[in-house]
């Protein structure tokens, strides 16, 4: 880390050792096998009313693995895995990292048209889906890609509550031309592959897709050496006691789940407690039940909970500390969250590129607001990371304080992009990674995002950034969520228009909106246009989709 940046992180973080931590593990698997080694009967998922111990894990996991090398999967291959946050998730992660092969994590609700861009890109050996999956969007893109070996499993396994907020249509079904990898299971018992995988930091573990919304999706290579280091930055920045169980709310496909929850809880040899999918009052229910003490997801998942009729101020008790990733958040949203729960979000900012944290808010800190974009800080650099703000068009580096785009270089930033040397030429060099995003870095090391460079909005000229905007909305009582989009206007060039939300029992004009905002900000900022919905279209880990707002 340069000392531009060394100096003030340490006055910030003065708790630690100093900016720089040696990885513990080399690869995922041996973190994954000091848990087992040191707490073989404590629990590894709770799922919920089942659990699974460390050595129970360990055990199906090596089943699975021996009968994909006994299927023909070789070091190297791939094995996509299309599944919630199940337990199978989990075995089959292992299971392959076992059997030599790399991980394809595919977010299921990708329909047929998205999955099979991905499975002729990562030609993967092997595929576990939920069973209904294989009926539908699965077996369409099958059809058009074929992959050899074809696992099916359901999410009523491994429990047997049977929750009907999630499960009251789920049905057992097993899909034509598929093995059951519970069945797998048993029939492997007690096998593991002939040759256990000897992995070096910079081999591929996983083939994370990015979404894809400035074109094909493309893989991003993270290795077992990103894995293992950032699973430790969570631990160690966070300062997480062993055993601490961890929430996992995020998606397990996505990298803030694959790292801040799965290797997270292995690095502490912890429950990671599962629900499927995310569903407010599931989730509450899982809190009181499980205790957990740890959890990081989007802030549209907080934003649920906050409003969620059974909420109650000491829903969120056990969590000692709750991080949040992966969207801008407004400031009025953590001072509502606060007065709710008595519980402060704190945030931290990465991307698949980075495997999950670049900049984390310090634990016992609260992040500062720019005072010019409202910007709520999202931490400052972590353990062994130099961050910088670049010249979009150029790359150089600009003086303190000036927006620019945020470049990031550490033991995180991935290998490079599947099959796609142009594009990992293009967006590392030298490596440091062009994030895309617009951001401002102040002299005590702070980080700020600005919004992405495609989002800025440019009405008559003036440059507006769609977050600044949706910060003022959130501060209105009756704003529930927020987005901002521009969108195109014959005088202007383009319109702010904002879509919202609203809380339960609110009532409010798009009138009175845009009178509260023009109040707050330059005339040129505030909302010409004003929509309504009663739920704003998000991605599966819970981030705002401006693309879809974007029209009418």
């Given at each position: 880390?340069?000392?531009?940046v060394?100096?003030?992180?340490?006055?910030?973080?003065a708790?630690s050792d100093?900016a720089?931590?040696?990885?513990?593990?080399?690869d995922?698997l041996?973190?994954f096998h000091a848990?087992?080694?040191?707490a073989?009967?404590?629990?590894?998922i709770?799922?919920?009313?089942?659990?699974l111990t460390?050595a129970?894990l360990?055990?199906l996991?090596?089943?699975l693995a021996a009968?994909?090398v006994?299927r023909g999967?070789r070091?190297?291959?791939r094995l996509?895995?299309?599944?919630?946050?199940?337990?199978?998730?989990?075995i089959?992660?292992?299971?392959a990292?076992?059997?030599?092969a790399?991980?394809?994590?595919?977010?299921?609700m990708n329909?047929?048209?998205?999955?099979?861009?991905?499975?002729?890109?990562?030609?993967?050996?092997a595929?576990?889906?939920h069973?209904?999956?294989?009926?539908?969007?699965v077996?369409?893109?099958?059809?058009?890609h074929?992959?050899?070996?074809r696992?099916?499993?359901?999410?009523?396994d491994?429990?047997?509550r049977n929750?009907?907020?999630?499960?009251?249509?789920?049905?057992?079904v097993r899909p034509?031309?598929t093995?059951?990898l519970l069945?797998?299971?048993?029939?492997?018992?007690?096998s593991?592959?002939?040759h256990a995988?000897?992995y070096?930091?910079?081999?591929?573990?996983?083939l994370v897709?990015?979404?894809?919304?400035?074109?094909?999706?493309?893989?991003?290579?993270?290795?077992?050496g990103?894995?293992?280091?950032?699973?430790?930055?969570?631990?160690?920045w966070?300062?997480?006691?062993?055993?601490?169980?961890v929430?996992?709310?995020a998606?397990?496909?996505?990298?803030?789940?694959l790292i801040?929850?799965?290797?997270?809880?292995?690095?502490?040899?912890a429950?990671?407690?599962?629900a499927?999918r995310?569903?407010?009052?599931?989730?509450?229910?899982a809190?009181a039940?499980?205790?957990?003490e740890?959890?990081?997801?989007?802030i549209?998942?907080?934003?649920?909970?906050?409003?969620?009729?059974?909420?109650?101020?000491?829903?969120?008790?056990?969590l000692?500390?709750?991080y949040?990733?992966?969207?801008?958040?407004?400031?009025?949203?953590l001072?509502?969250f606060?007065?709710?729960f008595?519980?402060?979000?704190?945030?931290?900012?990465?991307?698949t590129?980075?495997t999950?944290p670049?900049t984390?808010?310090?634990?016992?800190?609260r992040?500062?607001?720019d005072?010019?974009?409202?910007a709520?800080?999202?931490g400052?650099?972590?353990?062994?990371?130099?961050?910088?703000?670049?010249d979009?068009?150029?790359?150089a580096t600009?003086p303190?304080?000036?927006?620019?785009?945020i470049?990031i270089?550490g033991?995180q930033v991935?290998a490079g992009?599947w099959?796609?040397?142009?594009?990992?030429?293009?967006?590392?060099?030298?490596?440091w990674?062009?994030?895309?995003?617009?951001g401002?870095?102040?002299a005590?090391g702070?980080?700020f995002?600005?919004?992405r460079?495609?989002?800025?909005?440019?009405?008559?000229?003036?440059?507006?950034?769609?977050r600044?905007?949706?910060?003022?909305?959130?501060t209105?009582p009756?704003?529930r969520?927020a987005?901002?989009?521009?969108?195109?206007?014959p005088?202007r060039?383009?319109?702010?228009?904002?879509?919202?939300s609203?809380?339960?029992?609110?009532?409010v004009?798009?009138?009175?909106?845009?009178?509260?905002?023009?109040a707050?900000?330059?005339?040129?900022k505030?909302?010409?246009?004003?929509?309504f919905?009663?739920?704003?279209?998000?991605?599966p880990?819970g981030?705002?989709?401006?693309?879809?707002?974007?029209?009418?």
């Amino acid at each position: 880390m340069s000392d531009s940046v060394l100096h003030p992180w340490i006055s910030l973080y003065a708790e630690s050792d100093g900016a720089v931590i040696k990885p513990q593990y080399q690869d995922a698997l041996a973190l994954f096998h000091a848990a087992v080694a040191r707490a073989p009967e404590r629990p590894a998922i709770r799922y919920f009313d089942g659990v699974l111990t460390y050595a129970r894990l360990d055990r199906l996991s090596d089943a699975l693995a021996a009968a994909l090398v006994d299927r023909g999967m070789r070091a190297g291959d791939r094995l996509a895995l299309f599944l919630q946050n199940v337990p199978q998730f989990l075995i089959g992660l292992l299971g392959a990292w076992k059997a030599g092969a790399i991980v394809v994590p595919i977010n299921p609700m990708n329909r047929e048209r998205e999955l099979t861009v991905l499975l002729e890109d990562s030609q993967p050996a092997a595929i576990i889906a939920h069973e209904a999956a294989y009926a539908g969007v699965v077996g369409k893109a099958l059809a058009q890609h074929p992959v050899a070996v074809r696992i099916s499993t359901s999410p009523l396994d491994f429990q047997t509550r049977n929750d009907s907020r999630l499960f009251s249509s789920t049905r057992r079904v097993r899909p034509e031309g598929t093995e059951d990898l519970l069945e797998l299971a048993r029939q492997y018992e007690g096998s593991k592959p002939p040759h256990a995988p000897a992995y070096h930091a910079s081999d591929t573990a996983l083939l994370v897709y990015t979404s894809g919304t400035t074109g094909r999706p493309k893989g991003a290579m993270n290795t077992h050496g990103n894995v293992t280091f950032t699973a430790q930055v969570y631990r160690d920045w966070m300062a997480l006691k062993d055993g601490a169980p961890v929430l996992g709310i995020a998606p397990l496909f996505h990298i803030t789940g694959l790292i801040g929850h799965v290797a997270l809880a292995w690095l502490l040899a912890a429950p990671l407690v599962l629900a499927y999918r995310f569903e407010p009052g599931v989730i509450l229910d899982a809190i009181a039940e499980t205790q957990p003490e740890f959890t990081i997801g989007a802030i549209t998942a907080f934003i649920a909970l906050m409003n969620h009729p059974d909420a109650k101020p000491e829903s969120l008790a056990s969590l000692d500390q709750i991080y949040s990733g992966g969207a801008a958040i407004a400031p009025a949203v953590l001072e509502q969250f606060e007065r709710k729960f008595g519980k402060y979000i704190r945030d931290a900012y990465g991307l698949t590129e980075t495997t999950s944290p670049a900049t984390v808010t310090p634990r016992h800190l609260r992040g500062p607001v720019d005072p010019d974009s409202g910007a709520l800080s999202v931490g400052v650099p972590t353990f062994n990371t130099d961050i910088r703000i670049g010249d979009p068009k150029t790359g150089a580096t600009l003086p303190t304080g000036e927006a620019g785009e945020i470049l990031i270089k550490g033991p995180q930033v991935i290998a490079g992009y599947w099959n796609k040397p142009e594009e990992t030429a293009r967006t590392i060099k030298d490596g440091w990674l062009a994030t895309g995003d617009i951001g401002i870095m102040n002299a005590a090391g702070w980080v700020f995002v600005v919004d992405r460079k495609k989002d800025m909005i440019n009405a008559s000229g003036y440059k507006v950034w769609p977050r600044e905007v949706e910060d003022v909305l959130y501060t209105h009582p009756a704003v529930r969520e927020a987005a901002v989009v521009g969108v195109p206007d014959p005088y202007r060039g383009e319109n702010v228009k904002a879509v919202l939300s609203l809380k339960p029992g609110a009532s409010v004009t798009a009138d009175e909106i845009m009178a509260f905002c023009k109040a707050r900000m330059a005339a040129y900022k505030y909302p010409r246009v004003v929509e309504f919905l009663p739920d704003l279209p998000k991605t599966p880990t819970g981030k705002i989709l401006r693309r879809e707002l974007r029209g009418g």
